[in-house]
Nanobody, 118 residues
Framework: QVQLQESGPVVVKPSERLSLTCTAS??????????WSWIRQTPEKGLEWMGV???????RVNPSLSGRTSMSRDTSKNQFSLQLSSVTPDDTAVYYC??????????WGQGTQVTVSS
């Protein structure tokens, strides 16, 4: 069972860019079997899918976040990342990374709380 661990800042100031990294415990980011997602959760909105990146680096994002969301991956470090620019207090959430397997479903990280505040 893969273990996923999110890392990044706890607090980000408004208008700054948020960068989060997810590290996988195995080398599966380099394979073509999985898709790698970022999801966030707030009490008000519930779960919100943010985007997904493939092993080849191609990604797509939620249209509602298009223009300020980017994703990348570093297969040598077994990591993939999320960049969210121009954050506002509405971006305060618990951010999760996940691995999607067509046969076995979704494996989640434990989540990391990010607060946007000056």
């Amino acid at each position: 069972q893969v273990q996923l661990q999110e890392s990044g800042p706890v607090v980000v100031k408004p208008s700054e860019r948020l960068s989060l990294t997810c590290t996988a415990s195995d080398g599966s980011i380099a394979t073509g079997f999985y898709a790698w997602s970022w999801i966030r959760q707030t009490p008000e909105k519930g779960l919100e899918w943010m985007g997904v990146i493939r092993y080849d680096g191609k990604f797509r994002v939620n249209p509602s976040l298009s223009g300020r969301t980017s994703m990348s991956r570093d297969t040598s470090k077994n990591q993939f990342s999320l960049q969210l620019s121009s954050v506002t207090p509405d971006d305060t959430a618990v951010y999760y990374c996940a691995r999607d397997d067509s046969d076995y479903g979704r494996a989640w990280g434990q989540g990391t709380q990010v607060t946007v505040s000056s």
